[in-house]
């Protein structure tokens, strides 16, 4: 099966663990864009949804499914998004989409994350894909000193990440820098340290903000993995 079509079955396989006649939150990425498909096809059972990003939120719109603000709802029931790393804890690696401020915020207002990824995104140890941290642009250049003499045992090489060929801005009006090398064995400790830098405003680690249950999309179908 090709990526495509894995994304599509995780996808598909998420709307079980949707709520009826409750909000959802839905995360960003290429892999939510076949789920906020899927979801479509359901859009009269559900309240509407609480979006990540302006992207998810154009897609949601398009489908017919209402988009409320975080601050206009409650508790969700679940959230709903994908990974670019995630390991045997359910601790991931987000934000190669650059929203993920907005996808931790909507992760902290659900009661359980559902993450959905193909097979290639599980990972011994997070690290692997460059670590996003979104960034108030002023302090760019300490933050990317700070990773390369260190954090939590291991160092990272940080650049800016690039658009056009120039500072990509995110949805939240701020930078980001991605962060290559890195062996994050401890993924609570280490978020929890680059959470009090001076200039962060979100590191892309998910631990605080784990998965509950992972739908991975492999040849042989989906497979559940849960997480205590």
């Given amino acids: 099966m090709t990526q495509d079509e ?3 079955m995780v996808g598909q396989a ?6 009826p006649g409750e909000i959802v939150g839905v995360g960003t990425g290429s892999t939510v864009n076949k789920f906020i498909a899927a979801l479509a096809g359901m859009r009269d059972r559900v309240q509407g949804a609480v979006s990540s990003s302006n992207a998810s939120t154009e897609l949601l719109r398009a489908a017919g499914i209402p ?3 975080c601050n206009n709802v409650g508790e969700l029931a679940v959230y709903i ?3 670019d790393e995630i390991d045997g804890a359910g601790c991931m690696i987000k934000g190669g989409g650059a929203a993920l401020t907005r996808e931790k915020i909507v992760a902290a207002q659900a009661r359980r994350f559902v993450c959905i990824a193909d097979e290639s ?3 011994p140890v997070l690290g692997h894909f460059p ?3 979104e960034v108030i642009p002023m302090a760019a250049e300490r933050i990317r000193r700070q990773f390369a003499a260190g954090v939590g045992g291991t160092r990272g090489e940080a650049t800016l990440r690039l658009k056009d060929g ?3 801005v995110t949805d939240n009006g701020q930078h980001i820098l991605d962060v290559r090398g890195l062996q994050i064995a401890d993924p609570l400790a280490f978020e929890t340290e680059v959470n009090q830098w001076p200039g962060v405003v979100t590191v892309g680690v998910f631990a ?8 991975l999309g492999t040849a042989a179908g989906v497979q559940t993995l849960k997480f205590d």
């Fill in 81 to 83: 998004d994908g990974a």
């Fill in 131 to 133: 670590l996003p941290v």
């Fill in 166 to 168: 120039v500072p990509l």
């Fill in 67 to 69: 988009v409320f603000d």
């Fill in 6 to 8: 894995l994304k599509t």
């Fill in 14 to 19: 998420a709307l079980q663990y949707v709520v």
């Fill in 208 to 215: 605080h903000q784990r998965a509950q249950v992972c739908l």
């Fill in 121 to 123: 995104k599980r990972v």
